[in-house]
């Protein structure tokens, strides 16, 4: 059974943005961190931005800070990651993650691709 569900990648122009969201599953339990990861062809897996599931604490990398803003809703188990003013070095295959720390386990999503092109 598909665990983490991603959706809202695709093609968009530089400057545009676009909307990804990450549902999981209920079968996943005490997930205390949710994020999302990117890998641009030739280029390390590298992370954009997590989430703690209670607070709401957030981080992102340095490359999208003011242009990205990860949120959740916990009612739906779900993730998204708005992201504002793309790039061209943005294009990349986007994962989502999901933690647990009992047991400690990390589920992944299929990925979903996102390109910026003029």
């Known amino acids: 059974q598909v665990q983490l569900v991603e959706s809202g990648g695709g093609l968009v122009q530089p400057g545009g943005s676009l909307r990804l969201s990450c549902a999981a599953s209920?079968?996943?339990?005490?997930?205390?961190?949710m994020g999302w990861f990117r890998q641009a062809p030739g280029k390390q897996r590298e992370l954009v931005a997590t989430?703690?599931?209670?607070?709401?604490?957030?981080y992102y990398a340095d490359s999208v800070k003011g242009r990205f803003t990860i949120s959740r809703d916990n009612a739906k188990n779900t993730m998204y990651l708005q992201m504002n003013s793309l790039k061209p070095e943005d294009t990349a295959v986007y994962y989502c993650?999901?933690?647990?720390?009992?047991?400690?386990?990390?589920?992944w999503g299929q990925g979903t691709q996102v390109t910026v092109s003029a």
């Open positions: 993650n999901a933690a647990t720390a009992t047991p400690p386990r990390n589920y």
């Open positions: 209920r079968s996943i339990t005490n997930i205390y961190a």
């Open positions: 989430i703690s599931w209670s607070g709401g604490s957030t």
